[in-house]
């Protein structure tokens, strides 16, 4: 099965082409760097000529109220170039509880997106994921100064960009879920919790300090909305083993 991966040469990307290959099929990365531009169409017949199925995990470069004209027209485009080389399966990266935050500009165009893909000609699937062990860096870096950072006691299930990927790349071998698929990691966490976890294996001093609107996470009303349902698909890495793994 030939596979075209859009934002095939990123993090998540690049780990879902590999396993695609691993598992025998034939995946090809589609970006800029491979002559594929989302918001213009241009490269994307020749990117999805002979493809069987479309993962688009492709990101806006902002986070702001500009990501909803991104993914209205990225997914506009892809899901037309799709249906004029016969794509018979869309599948897409989206985040757990992205319908319950209205509050934030990404989350509402990342909810647009999955409508516009329910509405489109094609088969799909929507992969949400939580947050990814990866960006906890930048989470910190967001609200912190040299002795302190502050974050909200927000309740998350975070998981290793890997098992994205795999997650991504399961859905992409099977037949179309038309509907959602949840992935997410083995321990809730609080988000101020995971924050001294990640100081503390790093043996940085500052203290975390709790504030419930601090950051982007801040915006977030109610408990448990970026916790997924009793049916998702576990992962097995751990935070604390993958901070081990990290040295």
Known sequence: MKVTVIGGTGMIGSQVVRNLADGGHEAVPAAPSTGVDLLTGKGLDAALEGADT????????????????????????????GERAGVRHQVVLSIVGVDQ???????????????????GPTPYSIVRATQFFEFMDAVLSWTSDEDTVRLPATRIQPMAAADVAAAVAEAAAGAPLNGIRETAGPDVFRLDELGAITLGARHDDRTVVVDDTAGLFGAIKGDGVLIPGPDARIAPTGYRDWLAARG
């Open 54 to 81: 479309v993962v688009n995990v492709a990101n806006s470069p902002t986070f702001d109220e500009a990501s909803l004209d991104f993914f209205r027209t990225a997914t506009g485009n892809l899901l037309a170039a």
């Open 101 to 119: 935050v209205p509050e934030l500009d990404y989350y509402r165009a990342k909810a647009l997106q999955e409508e516009l893909l329910r509405q």
